[in-house]
């Protein structure tokens, strides 16, 4: 898929607009997990809207949105880049062999405290 | 008895449209001063506003040989007496809607909002309609035989 | 009906009214004529042939002096509401007294069925006792009723002073009254044009639909009137057979109560009510439900609109799905 | 039958080039009712206009049909030189044979054909032309200006001045508006005490100026130039003629612990209290739900305390009428309280303040005297975070959609201000785009950045939070690319503006139209700014959109202009194109006022004596100064007992038959 294609099924997928960004940046003022990422939330969403998607698919970033929605709670323009970071990341799991993480993986992850029930969402979301 | 027409003659249909003053009259007049042309088929008739447009009008109009019928008002939200092109909305949605389950074609009747500043729309409309009504070719369900072809 | 007339006896001796609108029998047995009674009832009368619609008589009845007690079936109130919104008549020169319905007899079917020669007809719980010339007949009263109460909506009288509960119970079974209307719909357009051709070129433009309906009470019709320039006694063509009647509907459209009475009471059968019900449909499918009469004040469709309402081209996409 | 005469211009070879004029003529002779049919190079031209009037005369012309430009252009012209010839304007009807014609075809034959049907049609037109004589009414030598903040003092100091009656109606105790609340005005920095009082004691004391304070408008009827407004003075309490504003009973009443509105609820007043020290009338207000006489009849102090005996417990709300001759609106605006923003803390936090709240804070005359202290413990801010766009500008239902416009100018001002107190001060001024368009404004800003060294960041706060004693503001920066946290002593919210509450029923009242978000719309967005679509009502101020002082000053005073341009009329001429009733056939059914916009149908009871009845009954009555010549009626009557002047029924049927044979 070229830039173009890679940006309208983004878009597709996330549901939003992010040609309606103003660019205010509240999205970043608001991110919980914004130290840990290589591209904020705002980035996303001017990135996505100049098509340049594949920085973003090769970034770790990707998998370190929480998903929280604050930034979709509080975006004033209805850009919801939290739903864009998902479609990003959507788009990465559905191509074959991109998962973030192997079942054989985990258990060297996981904690003892981690509830069971966290494994499991965890595992789906970052998998197929 | 049966009226033969000239297969040779090219059908030139014969088309109303009422333009509200404010918006799409002046959108017309857009069109001329722009001189963007369209057929010579439609005639435009000045209505203060497209609620002025009663159906009593439309019918009429075909009655008297019209091949097509369009009404032409200022965007809803615009109009220059607040509300008028609400009222017609309704109006017309419902007359044409009685039209067509009267079995008359509903190609024959559209309303369309064009601003004084939409010359071009105007124009395009206009052949658009013109070209449609071609098509569908002489109004023969809602004529008054008694009127001369 | 005894309880009826011993309830208007009760009234008028109290004195709430000084005459009553009902149903008098006519010409023959079966016939319902609209009637007024002052002291003498003879004549008054209400059974499964009381099918006409007595609002529309309010208008003349409440222009003379003291107050008219009127009956009023379910169907009918809600065009005393209409008639009471648009200030055809007074509130305070009339006393409504809400009489039950369970479904009018249309006599045409009861003829249709072969029965001649009527000279009475008695009721019996569903069975009609007809005694004609040929001799007695019966006929299950459920057979022959009229198409606007099969349809009808419901036994709920939106308008009354006073109430005569109703004893019966419902067992009729009724049927969509949309269903007509789409199954025109779903013809082509040379269907529908041929088939409402058959219907209205059969229009003697005898103007009984005009004059019996509740929402079409005119002073003065447009079709009777030289000043409007569409004015036309009679079909001269079959444009004006569509020109009259589209107009008319056009006129009740969200006014009218759909009561049935344009239909019943055509020479010629023309299904009427299919031309306004089409009407109600397109209001109640794009503007939200909306039944005239239902009360004396909310304005109607076509005197109301919302910013977001349809553009005119979705009768155009509909047709098209 | 009509004596009609047919003028076909060439308009030089504008139409003459495409049209066979000669032609069209020729073919108007043949019309019913044509006597006489001629064409002219430009007929809009003085010697045009000779050949109609000359024509009028010797033929005795009753109608007349020019086939010419678009009636938009010279309708008027025409008209005007058939009434200096003797006939009457309205019998002039115009054929489009060049926009809608010669400009658009390019094939003369068919050029030529189409404009003699045009000419037709006209023709048919004018044949049941009624000769129409527009109407007269009274224009009332009085204004009413709805709201008494600086847009309202300004308009009716306007209007005043030019030598009219004008009433304000205010419906707070004193006059002044949001401007009394504000400490400094941008970009000069002078105080708007300084320059607003001297306005609201002038206005008080003209002669030409009443002032309804404490009072509403409840009820409007009427037309341009003649309005009846009932406004209700609702009860202060006190005996105004008596009153000497001393300021006694306000001290001595025991219920202090009332929040005291002109402040932002920072400190307290008595239950009756004048709302500041220059309130104007300076008259004390008792309010009803503290006062302890009022509520269970015990206490009475303030009265025992008056010398003046002007304490009236028992006055009740009153109701005045008056007569009107032109409205100005000047409702203003509120700035909103952000609560429905959780992340900015203004619920939780007492030190996240609105801006006209930190307006309060900072002004000599409020709560601090002048002193800087947050709203928590008193202590003065070290810190400052300002957050720009503040439920601005957004998409989303909690904001608004506009830019509320005068945000980005006071909080430069908020922050100068605060520097030049304590320049020791740090203050944060997040923003999403600086918008400083006016005389001296983007000076003004850059002097808060070059000269003051206010730290602006690009960027939006996404949480305000309480953290040990401070308010912890995260946001982003988005020229830096961090996110930071600024640990402050205190934020101030520059949140939206919105249109005054009140303005919503008076725009169904005045039935003068509003947009989306209740500010009143205007007649023209750029050439008729200052009016309302509804004749006779005008628009001064922030009701109309988001304004600072100097451009509402500006608009006040074209509003009076306009006003003072049509209370300067005896009479009003009325458009005679409007819609009349037959009240022989009208049903009285109410339909038509349903959709009528300006209220301009009434019923009436009245004997209706045709050939058929002579009986009394309800019928529609247009007032014909209302009317706007819509027409919505004339299609919701079902006996077409309505019809409108000018473009009846039958003309517009004469012209479809025209055009369709």
Known sequence: MNNEQLRDEIIRISGTNPSKCMKCGKCSGTCPAYEEMEYHPHQFVSMVQKGDIEPLLESKSIF???????????CPRSV?????V?????????????????AEDLPCLVDDDLPQQAVVSAFRKYSK | MQIEENKNEEF?????????????????????????????????IRVPCSCRVNPLFILRAFQRGADGVIICGCHPGDCHYTTGNYYARRR??????MLDYLGIERERTRVEWVSAAEGAKFAATMSDFIDTVTKLGRNRKLRDLRCKE | MQRVIDKVKELLANGVADRVLAWKVGEFPYDRIPGVFKDDLDGLCYDSFSACNLSKYLINETKKDGRVLVLMKPCDSYGVNLLIKEHRIDREKIYILAVPCNCKVDIEKIKDSGIKGIIDIAEEGDVLKINTVYGQKELDRRQVLCDKCLSCQGKKHVIYDEIIEDDEQQNIEKTDRMEAVEELEAMSPEERFAFWRSELSKCIRCNACRNVCPACSCNKCIFDNTDTGVAAKSNADSFEENMFHIIRAFHVAGRCTDCGECSRVCPQ????????????????????????????????PLTFFTMEDAEPDVVYKKGRD | MQRIGVFVCWCGSNIAATVDVKAVAEAAKGQPGVVFATDYQYMCSESGQTILKDAIKEYGLTGVVICSCSPRMHEATFRKAAESAGLNPYMVEIANIREQCSWIHKDMEVATEKAIILAKAAIAKVQLNKPLVAGESEVVKRALVIGGGIAGIQTALDIAEAGYKVDIVEKQPTIGGKMAQLDKTFPTLDCA???????MVDVAAHENVTIYSYSEVVDVKGFVGNFTVQIKKKPRYINENLCTGCGACTEKCPMKKQPNEFNMGFDKRGAIYIPFAQAVPKLPVIDADACLMLKNGKCGLCSKICEAHAIDYTQKEEIIEERYGAIVVATGFNQIKPTQFEEYAYNTCPDVVTSLEYERLMNAAGPTKGHLQRPSDGQRPKTIVFIQCVGSRGDSCREKSYCSKICCMYTAKHAMLTKDHYPDTDIHVFYIDIRTPGKNFDEFYRRAVEQYGVDYIKGMVGKVYEENGKVMVQGSDLIDNKQITIAADMVVLASAVEPDPSARSLGTMLTASMDTNDFFTEAHAKLRPVESPTAGVFLSGMCQGPKDIPETVSQAGAAAVKVIGLLAKDKLKNNPCVAACNQSVCNGCSQCANVCPYGAITYVEKEIRTPEVREVRRVAEVNEAVCQGCGACTVTCPSSAMDLKGFTNRQIMAEVDAICR
Request: proline share 5%.
């Open chain 1, 64 to 74: 370190k949105c929480l998903t929280c929605f604050a930034c979709v709670e509080r």
């Open chain 1, 80 to 84: 919801e880049p939290g739903k864009l």
């Open chain 1, 86 to 102: 998902e479609a990003v990341r959507l788009m990465l799991i559905r191509q074959k062999g991109a998962n973030h993480f192997d």
């Open chain 2, 12 to 44: 030139k249909p014969c088309i109303v449209a009422f333009c509200c003053n404010w918006c799409s009259y002046a959108g017309a007049d857009l069109a001329g001063s722009s001189r963007l042309t369209y057929p010579a088929d439609v005639k435009i």
């Open chain 2, 92 to 97: 017309m949605t419902l007359l044409f809607g």
């Open chain 3, 269 to 300: 059968n023309i299904p009427l009510h299919l031309l306004n019900r089409k009407f109600i449909k397109e209001i109640n499918e794009l503007y939200g439900e909306f039944q005239a009469g239902e009360d004396a004040v909310t304005t109607g």
């Open chain 4, 193 to 199: 005490a300084c320059i607003l009082t001297p306005k």
